[in-house]
């Protein structure tokens, strides 16, 4: 299970772990997790610009990359946070052939 960056996590060992963004990952895990994630990425951002008017690839200094869509007016209707509980559901959508479906229950 990845691991945010926190003062409490400090203690574990950093031969174990691979930071990806702002997560550590078990090294056994993470590289298939950073492939993962950069497929779901791609596909999101790809399933969003054909939604969306503006489509951006944003950092929050918690949750780390992100993808916000942005109506014509500039208001967020869409985001989606490329941390390790979001790729695992997109990743069981895509299993399911239902990507589109699921990201369009996360429309605000």
């Known amino acids: 299970m990845a691991r945010k960056r926190s003062k ?5 060992n950093e031969d174990d772990f691979v930071q990806i963004d702002v997560y550590y990952l078990p090294k ?3 590289e298939m997790y950073r492939v993962l994630r950069e497929v779901v990425k791609e596909e999101v951002i790809e399933w969003a610009q054909n939604q969306f ?3 951006k690839l944003e950092s929050d200094a918690e949750e780390g990359e992100g993808i ?3 109506d014509a007016a500039g208001e967020l209707v869409f985001g989606f ?3 390790p509980t979001n790729i695992s559901q997109a990743q069981k959508a895509r299993d399911k052939e239902q990507l589109p479906t699921y990201l369009e229950t996360l429309i605000k």
């Open 8 to 12: 409490k996590n400090q203690k574990m």
């Open 53 to 55: 008017d503006t489509v």
């Open 81 to 83: 946070y490329l941390n």
């Open 28 to 30: 056994e895990q993470a």
């Open 68 to 70: 916000n869509a942005y």
